[in-house]
């Protein structure tokens, strides 16, 4: 992975910054593996389980958020076809999703928000034959590569069938990408938005027919491999911090809050992957929701470290060894789907509901 490390870090501020080198993020990450993290060995994967894919995800944000970003969303994917009952549809996608050639975007921020009722469905499904006809939009997808993309959604059938859990195609007819949004930070991430018209969705493209009993069981890995870029992007800044302060005079005293941030990572880290391992956030999603809030937390604060420690010079362009990026990475963080804020209220109507 050392050659990975060093084309991400020689790189990572033009792929926070512009869209330039976005198409060779996912050639880089497949091409040392990435994406076969926590995938079986049957089925051409590395072996291992969705904990591996959650600390790859955090081995590639200590250099780069975009690429973890990226990473984040194509392996997202990738769970959803390994927990789906449509062993035709996994076996017909997966080869080209582990080898980078085909882009899967993760598309369920909109149903993760639904799951905890904090928003509706955004496509609607009309029964055509054994299958679906859809119209709506996803506002924020990341990952959607021009050249070829898969991407999921929930979609909410007009019937009295369960909200169902679909798979689109870039070719598809009625399927329109837009331009990559202009963001602040991860730019090279191919992060757009997609208006669904009228587009046919055949049985065989269905992840699940049932996206009530389906999502519970898969948010884990979703929401876990989302806490492996935090995870990253806070142990880059406590690395930085630590060096900053161990080579300036009279920030020395800064030492035991990054300790103390550092432990507080690992807790939660060990933590985090215990639940997932265990499944105990299936039942417990709160548990998982604190969590996520908590590493949320220590990003903040690690980012504020590394500002202590660095002082004055953080602003200087010429002694930037990524603290702006980082910066700009960390306030990308609490908004991501489900933001920090739509977990708190989740949390607080959970709580009410428990009264």
């Not at 369920?108 to 055509?128: R, T, Y």
């Amino acid at each position: 992975m050392a050659a990975l490390h060093d084309w991400l870090a020689r790189y990572a501020d033009t792929l926070d910054q512009s869209e330039s080198l976005a198409d060779e993020v996912m050639p880089a990450l497949a091409a040392h593996g990435c994406f076969r993290a926590g995938v079986p060995v049957a089925m051409n994967g590395a072996g291992g389980d969705v904990r591996d894919a959650i600390l790859g995800i955090a081995d590639i944000a200590r250099h780069s958020l975009t690429a973890a970003f990226v990473y984040w969303g194509q392996r997202s994917f990738i769970e959803y076809l390994l927990q789906s009952p449509n062993a035709a549809l996994r076996e017909r996608l997966l080869p080209d999703l582990l080898d980078g050639t085909l882009a899967g975007a993760t598309g369920l921020s909109n149903a993760m928000k639904f799951l905890s009722g904090m928003e509706p469905l955004q496509i609607n499904a009309v029964p055509d034959g054994d299958g679906w006809n859809l119209d709506g939009k996803l506002a924020w997808i990341t990952n959607l590569r021009p050249q070829r993309f898969v991407a999921a959604a929930a979609v909410a059938p007009v019937t009295a069938a369960p909200p169902a859990i679909v798979m689109f195609e870039s070719s598809a007819a009625g399927v329109h990408r837009s331009d990559n949004l202009q963001l602040i930070a991860l730019r090279g991430s191919h992060t757009a938005a997609v208006r669904i018209e009228q587009v046919a969705v055949p049985p065989a493209n269905i992840i699940s027919a049932d996206a009530p009993s389906w999502l519970p069981r898969v948010r884990p890995a979703f929401l876990g491999m989302q806490c492996g870029m935090s995870i990253g992007l806070a142990q880059a800044s406590l690395d930085a911090a630590a060096k900053a302060a161990g080579a300036a005079t009279g920030r020395g005293q800064l030492a035991d809050d990054i300790g103390a941030a550092r432990e507080a990572l690992a807790q939660h880290t060990a933590q985090l992957l215990d639940g997932v391992a265990s499944g105990r956030f299936v039942a417990e999603a709160p548990a998982m929701f604190k969590l996520r809030i908590g590493i949320a937390g220590i990003v903040r604060d690690a980012v504020t470290l590394e500002l202590h420690a660095k002082g004055g010079h953080a602003y200087l362009e010429a002694q930037q060894d990524g603290f702006a990026r980082r910066l700009r990475e960390s306030a990308f963080i609490p908004v991501i789907t489900p933001s920090i804020t739509q977990l708190q209220a989740a949390l607080a109507k959970h709580a009410g509901g428990n009264r």
